[in-house]
């Protein structure tokens, strides 16, 4: 069974970083590795993308400040997080989605991002 776990999240000051992660279990070939945002009053958003292929897609509003990365051989993702602003504040969900269309979200972590 599938099951991704996620760490990293935390307090931290406006312009620092973090780096979160994403340890998916019972990992076969997948198709893309997603990062969502959710915050009080907001829409859910999608911050970034990350192909099979290494190829990386992102929100306007953390290009340039965000990396997603992924380890294979640890089977675990990662979003690197620079240059922090208070409205990056959010619970940050991990989902991956398979070849076949199955998807599965892990359990979410907060980032809090203080002014």
């Known amino acids: 069974q599938v099951q991704l776990v996620e760490s990293g999240g935390g307090l931290v000051q406006a312009g620092g970083s973090l780096r979160l992660s994403c340890q998916v279990s019972?990992?076969?070939?997948?198709?893309?590795m997603r990062w969502y945002r959710e915050s009080p009053g907001n829409q859910r958003e999608l911050v970034a993308t990350?192909?099979?292929?290494?190829?990386?897609i992102y929100a306007d509003s953390v290009k340039g400040r965000f990396t997603a990365s992924g380890d294979n051989a640890m089977n675990t993702f990662y979003l690197e997080m620079n240059s922090l602003k208070p409205e990056d504040t959010g619970d940050y969900l991990c989902?991956?989605?398979?070849?076949?269309?199955?998807?599965?979200w892990g359990q979410g972590t907060q980032v809090t991002v203080s002014a």
């Open positions: 989902r991956i989605i398979f070849y076949n269309g199955t998807a599965y």
């Open positions: 019972g990992l076969v070939n997948y198709g893309v």
């Open positions: 990350l192909a099979n292929d290494g190829s990386t």
